[in-house]
């Protein structure tokens, strides 16, 4: 750990580490969207689930005991993502992307906002709030009307009720995209970690199969979290300030030519 050194001789060494690596991994989590406005869940005072009790909204029991209750709920946070707009964090991992020969974002966020900001190497580990899926057939509703008052909406092909394409506690995780981002994190030579709080498995494995692996792991979070203690570099702070900094010293001069 390099947590005694001052912030800006940190900072000048992961990004050395972030310039030199052939691949670039990446596992983010809430905090990355927190600057957009999107609620987090695990923040003492703002986050969901402080709120909300994640056994009542999202598991396959809580949607079977009430399925209008879940279904609303996830309503409301759709219509919310769609009035918010990708970050300066989420901007920077785009920059990364475009700056390294090998490069996969694994997010754990459902909101959508990488894509739009511009990621194309990118897996979501928990789905995406925007899709709409069959509760017993899964195939992808391409739309749904909200006419049944008490209920869900229902599958055009079998009747069941639709529900959000996000993984819920209990769930399994889509294969294609666990194994692609366990893949990156055992063949990375940098993982970043960016706003996670790394409780939530098994997306918090990847950190320990990285190091494992043998690649530097690098943190970027506004608090302490179970991995701080393991990650080679801790950089404390807010993904929309830190990332950009990490960025702009690990390619400096490439940094000067882009700005306006
Ligand atoms: P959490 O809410 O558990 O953690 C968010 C992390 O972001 C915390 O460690 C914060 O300190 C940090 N954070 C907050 N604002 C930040 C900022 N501006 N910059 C940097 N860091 C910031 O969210 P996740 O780790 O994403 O799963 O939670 C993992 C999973 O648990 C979610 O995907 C969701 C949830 O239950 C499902 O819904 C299946």
């Known amino acids: 750990m390099h947590e005694k050194s001052p912030p800006e ?11 030199r690596a052939c691949y670039v991994a990446v596992l983010t989590g809430a905090g990355v969207s927190a600057e957009s406005g999107v609620p987090t869940f695990r923040d003492a005072l703002t986050g969901l689930w402080a709120t909300f009790d994640p056994r009542e ?10 399925p209008k209750l879940v279904w ?19 901007r920077a991992l785009v920059d990364i992307e475009a700056r390294v020969p090998r490069f ?29 899926k069959c509760s017993a057939c899964m195939c992808i509703a391409a739309r749904w009307d909200e006419a049944e008052d008490a209920l869900p909406p229902r ?14 506690f209990e769930e399994l995780l889509p294969a294609g995209a666990l194994a692609a981002a366990e ?11 960016v706003g996670t709080s790394a409780e939530v498995y098994p997306a918090a494995a990847l950190p320990d199969t990285a190091r494992a692996a043998g690649a530097c792991v690098i943190e970027i979070n506004s608090a302490t979290t179970p991995l701080t203690a393991r990650a080679d570099f801790a950089l404390r702070g807010r993904a929309g300030d830190v990332l950009p900094a990490l960025v702009h010293a690990a390619w400096p001069a490439a940094s000067a030519l882009l700005s306006p």
């Open 183 to 193: 893949d990156a994190a055992r063949e990375c030579d940098v993982l970043l970690v």
């Open 72 to 90: 609303d709920w996830y309503a409301e946070r759709r219509a919310q993502v769609a009035t918010v707009a990708p970050n300066a964090a989420h």
């Open 9 to 19: 001789s940190r900072l000048a060494e992961a990004a050395a580490q972030l310039a």
């Open 104 to 132: 996969l974002l694994a997010t754990q966020n459902v909101d959508g906002l990488h894509r739009r900001a511009g990621s194309r190497a990118l897996v979501e580990l928990h789905g995406n709030i925007a899709r709409v």
């Open 57 to 66: 909204l999202a598991t396959p029991s809580a949607f079977a005991r009430n």
């Open 155 to 168: 599958c055009a092909r079998c009747a069941a009720f639709l529900r959000p394409d996000v993984v819920w």
